[in-house]
C-alpha cells in the first residue's frame, strides 16, 4: 500500500502561481493512477486532474490550461503546477492514489488565494 504526503501548499494572491507535490512512499507506485482533489469550504471533494499509469493527463474544465499534473515514478510523487490562480481555487487540495478500484488519501494541503 501507498502513503502519500502533500506540501507545498500557502497563501498566494490572485494570478500567481504554485506548485504542490505529493511524496509516494511504499510499493508498486508506477501500478497506481494519481490524482489531485479539493475541497473547497462547504463544498464537496471534487476532482481536479488525474495522470494514468501511462502518464495520459485528464483536468477538470475549470482548471485545464491553468494546471499541469505530472509523476515521477523514480522519486514517487506527483506535482501539480498552478498558474494563473483565481479566488475560486482557493480549497483543501488531497493527493490521491487509486489502484484496483481502492483510493488512498493524503492529508491535504491548504492554498488560499486571496483577490
Known amino acids: 500500500q501507498v502513503q502519500l504526503v502533500e506540501s507545498g501548499g500557502g497563501l498566494v494572491q490572485a494570478g500567481g502561481s504554485l506548485r504542490l507535490s505529493c511524496a509516494a512512499s511504499?510499493?508498486?507506485?508506477?501500478?497506481?493512477?494519481m490524482g489531485w482533489y479539493r475541497q473547497a469550504p462547504g463544498k464537496q471533494r471534487e476532482l481536479v486532474a488525474t495522470?494514468?499509469?501511462?502518464?495520459?493527463?485528464n483536468y477538470a474544465d475549470s482548471v485545464k490550461g491553468r494546471f499541469t499534473i505530472s509523476r515521477d515514478n523514480a522519486n514517487p510523487g506527483i506535482a501539480l503546477q498552478m498558474e494563473s490562480l483565481r479566488p475560486e481555487d482557493t480549497a483543501v487540495y488531497y493527493c490521491?492514489?487509486?489502484?484496483?478500484?481502492?483510493?488512498?488519501w493524503g492529508q491535504g494541503t491548504q492554498v488560499p488565494v486571496s483577490s
Open positions: 511504499g510499493s508498486n507506485f508506477p501500478q497506481y493512477i
Open positions: 495522470i494514468s499509469v501511462f502518464h495520459v493527463t
Open positions: 490521491d492514489a487509486e489502484r484496483n478500484g481502492r483510493k488512498t
